[in-house]
């Protein structure tokens, strides 16, 4: 669903997001100060879509803009466009 503040409901939208199983290693040996980065499945290429929310008041902009996966793929995760946890 999208929503925008000063408008009075919510909406739900149709996308594509990027999920699923990747690959991962824990080391045996674990090293002080070694990065081990886990694989996550993240996007590789994504697009936006624009919806206009209905019933804004006047001098309320309309428009939400939200993610769609175009392709995804198994890496470390970025935290721009991605909910990545420690």
Do not use: W
């Not at 919510?10 to 980065?37: A, L, R």
């Amino acid at each position: 669903s999208v929503e925008k503040e000063g408008c009075p409901s919510c909406h739900p939208v149709e996308t594509t997001i990027c999920s699923g199983h990747c690959i991962t290693k824990d080391p045996v040996i674990k090293i002080p100060f070694s990065n081990v980065y886990q694989h996550v499945c993240t996007y590789r290429d994504l697009s936006y879509k624009t919806f206009e929310l209905p019933d804004c008041p006047p001098g309320v902009d309309p428009t939400v803009t939200y993610p769609v996966a175009l392709s995804c793929h198994c890496g470390r995760c970025a935290m721009d466009t991605s909910d990545c946890t420690i």
